[in-house]
């Protein structure tokens, strides 16, 4: 994130501490799917050509955060290669290849879209707050500094994501989620986050069957 402009007040600069974020926006899954332990999880993330280190990074951090839960899962970038399943592969060769390394499943990450977006700051926001007994002057110059202060101008990187789940054998998605990460301080952060909240949303969702 950058800010444009020095006006940053106290509460200013709570705004910024909690600019950076990760979030689960939506998701979903078929009645009564749960993973099981004897299935093998294909994670594959498509990402630009550009951010071929996240592609990495998402789909072993994702491997790694299903294999803490007992499932058997592995990257497809690891397995195949980068090249293994480019736009000229069809879906019967895809289907071939996967399932010739025993997959069961598949784990999608896309990358729906990356943006940069400014956005005004004010120096104070509005809320609600608790009763003042204090004096007139103290309350009046703290709330006049306050709403004549001005803002500042930010910019945030928001990535927007999708994870599908298809299971093979059914030929069918049985689990959907979406996620926005906004300013990752990196990559690493990214991925190990994103993996985080989507394991922790398949045990919410009883996909993944508690101990």
Same mark, same amino acid.
């Given at each position: 994130?950058?800010?444009?402009? #020095?006006?940053?007040?106290?509460?200013?600069?709570?705004?910024?501490? +909690?600019?950076?974020?990760?979030?689960?926006?939506?998701?979903?899954?078929?009645?009564?799917?749960? #993973? $099981?332990?004897?299935?093998?999880?294909?994670?594959?993330?498509?990402?630009? $050509?550009?951010?071929?280190?996240?592609?990495?990074?998402?789909?072993?951090?994702?491997? +790694?955060?299903?294999?803490?839960?007992?499932?058997?899962?592995?990257?497809? %970038?690891?397995?195949?290669?980068?090249?293994?399943?480019?736009?000229?592969?069809?879906?019967?060769?895809?289907?071939? $290849?996967?399932? !010739?390394? =025993?997959?069961?499943?598949?784990?999608?990450?896309? %990358?729906?879209?990356?943006?940069?977006?400014? =956005?005004?700051?004010?120096?104070? &926001?509005?809320?609600?707050?608790? &009763?003042?007994?204090?004096?007139?002057?103290? *309350?009046?110059?703290?709330? *006049?500094?306050?709403? *004549?202060?001005?803002?500042?101008?930010?910019?945030?990187?928001?990535? !927007?994501?999708?994870?599908?789940? *298809? =299971?093979?054998?059914?030929?069918?998605?049985?689990?959907?989620?979406?996620?926005?990460?906004?300013?990752?301080?990196?990559?690493?952060?990214?991925?190990?986050?994103? +993996?985080?909240?989507?394991?922790?949303?398949?045990?919410?969702?009883?996909?993944?069957? $508690? !101990?």
């Amino acid at each position: 994130m950058k800010k444009i402009g #020095l006006f940053i007040t106290g509460a200013g600069l709570l705004l910024l501490g +909690a600019c950076t974020s990760t979030k689960l926006t939506s998701s979903w899954k078929t009645n009564d799917a749960q #993973l $099981q332990k004897d299935k093998k999880i294909m994670v594959m993330a498509l990402v630009p $050509q550009r951010e071929k280190q996240l592609r990495a990074l998402m789909e072993d951090n994702l491997v +790694a955060e299903l294999q803490k839960e007992g499932l058997n899962a592995a990257s497809a %970038l690891r397995t195949y290669g980068p090249d293994a399943f480019g736009d000229k592969t069809d879906e019967k060769a895809a289907l071939r $290849q996967l399932r !010739n390394s =025993d997959a069961s499943q598949v784990l999608t990450v896309v %990358l729906l879209n990356k943006a940069r977006e400014r =956005d005004f700051v004010p120096s104070s &926001p509005y809320g609600p707050y608790g &009763p003042y007994y204090g004096g007139f002057w103290p *309350y009046y110059s703290r709330w *006049y500094g306050a709403m *004549y202060q001005p803002g500042y101008y930010q910019t945030n990187t928001r990535y !927007n994501w999708q994870s599908n789940l *298809y =299971d093979l054998d059914q030929r069918k998605l049985i689990y959907s989620a979406q996620t926005q990460s906004v300013d990752p301080p990196t990559a690493v952060r990214q991925a190990y986050l994103y +993996a985080k909240l989507i394991v922790k949303d398949m045990t919410k969702q009883q996909l993944i069957a $508690q !101990n």
